[in-house]
């Protein structure tokens, strides 16, 4: 089956010193994440450790918010790409289900490896990120109908699996199961709690026509 999954914003066309500054300002924030956390970063030190002013941090991302949802879009970005062009199980050529199973621990694991910065990309509006990635539902609703489970509408499954499985889990976890000591035992039982659930949703047999014509519809 042909990937047909959603573009991430890509940038419009940019002059050559905007991208150049737009780089920097990545790879300063990036530095800084490493060395602190994200919590302690300010927008004097993304300028300076960028080499750029102030004023151009502002003008480029609108906000220290917008930095980091530049950087949660990059790494976005990186699972996108290996969704539709890496290796199975991940990427194209295993089995649906097997698919399935790989999404969700590779989103669980980058929602684990991204928690900082997305917490540090949250404006202050919102009390509960909606943290969907616009990748989750299409591709999960688009292995539902490979593989083609027992429900009658795979619509209302997606949606249903995608909050499952999206960010405001990883941002509602108390900081302390975010610890270097309990991180690694908290993405353990996320993965597995993700493959017994998809795996046994997805083990019931599919309806035949009989079943369908009674009113089951996919």
Same mark, same amino acid.
């Given at each position: 089956?042909?990937?047909?999954?959603?573009?991430?914003?890509?940038?419009?066309?940019?002059?050559?010193?905007?991208?150049?500054?737009?780089?920097?300002?990545?790879?300063?924030?990036?530095?800084?994440?490493?060395e602190r956390g994200a919590s302690d970063v300010?927008?004097?030190?993304?300028?300076?450790?960028?080499?750029?002013?102030?004023?151009?941090?502002?003008?480029?991302?609108?906000?220290r918010a917008g930095i980091f949802q530049a950087?949660?879009?990059?790494?976005?970005?990186?699972?996108?790409?290996?969704?539709?062009?890496?290796?199975?199980?991940?990427?194209?050529?295993?089995?649906?289900?097997?698919?399935?199973?790989?999404?969700?621990?590779?989103?669980?694991?980058?929602?684990?490896?991204?928690?900082?910065? %997305? $917490?540090?990309?949250?404006?202050?509006? =919102?009390?509960?990120?909606?943290?969907?990635?616009? &990748?989750?539902? @299409?591709?999960? /609703?688009?292995?539902?109908?490979?593989?083609?489970?027992?429900?009658?509408?795979?619509?209302?499954?997606?949606?249903?699996?995608?909050?499952?499985?999206?960010?405001?889990?990883?941002?509602?976890?108390?900081?302390?199961?975010?610890?270097?000591?309990?991180? %690694? $035992?908290?993405?353990?039982?996320?993965? =597995?709690?993700?493959?017994?659930?998809?795996?046994? &949703?997805?083990? @019931?047999?599919? /309806?035949?026509?009989?079943?369908?014509?009674?009113?089951?519809?996919?």
């Amino acid at each position: 089956m042909k990937e047909f999954l959603p573009q991430l914003g890509k940038p419009r066309p940019e002059r050559a010193d905007a991208v150049r500054n737009r780089a920097l300002l990545l790879a300063a924030a990036r530095a800084l994440v490493a060395e602190r956390g994200a919590s302690d970063v300010t927008m004097d030190e993304l300028a300076a450790r960028s080499g750029l002013g102030k004023g151009t941090v502002f003008r480029r991302f609108g906000s220290r918010a917008g930095i980091f949802q530049a950087l949660l879009d990059e790494e976005e970005r990186s699972l996108q790409q290996a969704v539709m062009a890496g290796d199975p199980p991940l990427g194209p050529g295993a089995p649906g289900l097997e698919r399935l199973v790989a999404y969700g621990t590779a989103r669980i694991g980058f929602l684990f490896d991204n928690h900082e910065i %997305a $917490r540090a990309s949250l404006d202050g509006g =919102q009390k509960i990120p909606a943290g969907e990635s616009p &990748l989750s539902r @299409l591709h999960i /609703r688009m292995l539902l109908g490979e593989i083609r489970p027992a429900f009658g509408d795979l619509d209302v499954l997606a949606a249903q699996l995608t909050g499952a499985l999206d960010g405001p889990l990883m941002l509602q976890l108390p900081t302390e199961d975010l610890s270097s000591a309990a991180a %690694a $035992r908290q993405r353990k039982r996320l993965m =597995q709690g993700w493959t017994e659930l998809v795996t046994r &949703l997805c083990a @019931l047999p599919h /309806r035949g026509p009989s079943e369908e014509a009674h009113g089951v519809h996919r």
